[in-house]
């Protein structure tokens, strides 16, 4: 119905940057929120930041003031810019939409992009 596909995760140092992107393509409706996951090794999958359909932002108390998030609504793209990163961000990201089809809410996951931060 709605494929998400993450891009840009990779290897950076720490104190390095990058902006991950995820494309939403298929049967879009009406969206509700968008997000960021990251899921470690050994860990379960934790919220890192989202995004309401009126731009309200939330942000994961370890990421805020180093992370933003944001939504090209022409696009069908949301991002996410990793600043000043640590080895503790080492994790796969996950982009996650919650919709309506219907008057269901549904939600989709991403695949998933690994980011990895050196010490």
């Known amino acids: 119905q709605v494929q998400l596909v993450e891009s840009g995760g990779g290897l950076v140092q720490a104190g390095g940057s990058l902006r991950l992107s995820c494309a939403a393509s298929?049967?879009?409706?009406?969206?509700?929120?968008m997000g960021w996951y990251h899921q470690a090794p050994g860990k379960r999958r934790e919220l890192v930041a989202t995004?309401?359909?009126?731009?309200?932002?939330n942000y994961a108390d370890s990421v805020q003031g180093r992370f933003t998030i944001s939504r090209d609504n022409a696009k069908n793209t949301l991002y996410l810019q990793m600043n000043s990163l640590k080895p503790e961000d080492t994790a796969v990201y996950y982009c996650?939409?919650?919709?309506?089809?219907?008057?269901?809410?549904?939600?989709?996951w991403g695949q998933g992009t690994q980011v990895t931060v050196s010490s």
């Open positions: 298929g049967s879009i409706f009406s969206i509700k929120l």
């Open positions: 996650k939409l919650d919709q309506t089809n219907w008057g269901i809410p549904v939600t989709y």
């Open positions: 995004i309401t359909n009126s731009g309200v932002t």
